[in-house]
């Protein structure tokens, strides 16, 4: 591998990272730790409080951005890296876990409901096309000023869907929980499976086909890796009893029959969410500018519904970003890149949710995280930050260890994606974190390996995953 010929982005997690960096400095950071320029910088359409520009949606949620007294907007930022000659590209994630609309969360299969958005749904994919197409304005303009004043030449370059946790997984006394099954997800799920409505009957029992490929193991969901498109009944079958997961073996219900109902269950989830992106991708008049996919990296990625082998497809999109270390992939037909974290935005974005949860007044009155007290809350946070501190690709070595770059850039790796957070940063935002009072402060401190169940059964997340 020639560094010098990679191709890297500086990916900006949250719009809280610019109160302790700014753009400058986060340009001059990237070049030192990768000892490569950034070509351009990614930036958030949302951010873990709302909607960082005025919308017909929701209030505008201002920035504060490092060494200036005015609080800014999404323009703003833009023009900031835009000047700098950083192309920018944006990231547009679909759970919106600010909007408290119940009608567009998400429902499990037992029918409970959890505060993030469907975005399947008819209502949530309006709402992502019509932020997106706004933003992407913005960015646009901001783009042309930064070169009409300094002579940088900027542009806006493309926008990535990121569908790392759009179906967040979860289990409970070997129960699996998964996502999403409202109303409209059935039905187009019905749709794209031939059994139709009858698929879905499989799974609103226990055992149930999950439990072949999937397994609640206490501190995490343990999981088969090797599930690809055209996984055969009986190669599900060896792989749960190597595994020892439920294989039907000495049950009633059918074997085989249990195993094709869950390769058919993989692939009309996987129809169904590429539907939805294209759909999403065709409302935004991208004219030119990329279509990106941000998926973990797995064969098959339960959080996200997706093959990652059956996204490598111009119908799809024009560039795949997934965490290199998880499995070899062999793309030849759309680029990718590598992007330089575990599960790539998972752990990410679970931290920033949750340090704007902790502080959120709804959420430390209404939901579950009011049970727990503020030194309960502050040692949750303290745990997510070791988590997304622990998940980090950070060292130079590690740009070696890529799959070799494509040498005419037409398809393959062009390049990596790089974070722009660290422990410093991370460290400062949870010690300036205000946590208001819970409806119940009374309660005792719970020990350290209560607090990451804890933090587990509030994420939805899986603290021994990754």
């Excluded at 973990?296 to 519904?305: K, V």
Aim: charged share 30%.
């Amino acid at each position: 591998m020639n560094e010098n010929f990679e191709k890297s982005l500086i990916y900006v997690p949250d719009m809280a990272v610019l109160s302790q960096r700014n753009a400058e400095e986060i340009q001059r950071e990237h070049r030192k730790r990768w000892g490569v320029d950034a070509e351009g910088v990614v930036l958030p359409v949302c951010t873990a409080t709302g909607v960082p520009f005025k919308n017909d949606f929701t209030a505008e949620k201002t920035i504060r951005y490092k060494g200036r007294a005015e609080e800014f907007l999404l323009g703003d930022v833009v023009a900031e890296f835009a000047r700098l000659g950083l192309d920018i590209y944006l990231t547009l994630d679909p759970t919106l876990h600010f909007i408290k609309s119940d009608s567009l969360h998400i429902v499990d299969i037992s029918g409970d409901s959890s505060a993030q958005a469907c975005f399947s749904k008819k209502r949530t994919r309006k709402l992502l096309v019509n932020l997106a197409k706004k933003a992407i304005e913005i960015a646009t303009e901001a783009c042309a000023r930064a070169r009409g004043a300094h002579g940088a030449d900027a542009k806006t370059a493309g926008i990535a869907i990121n569908f790392t946790d759009i179906l967040p997984v979860g289990a409970s006394n070997e129960r699996i929980e998964l996502n999403c099954f409202c109303n409209e997800c059935r039905e187009q799920l019905a749709g794209y499976a031939p059994r139709g409505k009858r698929l879905i009957e499989f799974f609103e029992t226990f055992p149930n086909p999950w439990n072949m490929a999937l397994k609640d193991a206490g501190s995490g969901i343990g999981q088969i890796d090797e599930l690809e498109w055209d996984i055969s009944p009986d190669r599900i079958i060896g792989l749960s009893k190597m595994k020892g997961f439920e294989s039907f073996e000495d049950r009633e219900q059918d074997s085989q029959e249990q195993a094709a109902a869950l390769r058919e269950y993989l692939r009309a989830r996987h129809t169904q969410v590429t539907e939805t992106v294209k759909d999403l991708f065709a409302g935004m008049d991208l004219d030119g500018k990329k279509r990106i996919l941000i998926t973990e990296g797995s064969h098959y990625d339960w959080t996200s519904g997706t093959f990652l082998k059956k996204l490598d497809d111009p119908a799809i999109c024009d560039e795949l970003w997934f965490d290199p270390t998880a499995n070899e992939f062999d793309i030849r037909k759309v680029q990718y890149r590598s992007f330089l974290w575990k599960r790539s935005t998972y752990f990410l974005n679970a931290f920033f949710q949750f340090l704007n949860q902790s502080q959120d007044r709804y959420m430390r009155t209404y939901t579950g995280l009011a049970r727990h007290t503020v030194d309960d809350v502050r040692n949750l946070l303290e745990l997510r930050k070791r988590q997304v501190l622990s998940s980090g690709i950070t060292e130079k070595l590690d740009l070696s260890l890529l799959p070799d770059l494509d040498e005419k850039g037409e398809v393959g790796r062009i390049g990596f994606v790089a974070p722009c957070i660290d422990e410093n940063i991370c460290a400062s935002l949870v010690g300036k974190a205000k946590v208001p009072e819970g409806i119940n402060e009374n309660q005792l401190n719970d020990d350290p390996k209560e607090m990451l169940n804890k933090l587990a059964g509030l994420m939805g997340l899986n603290p021994g995953a990754g």
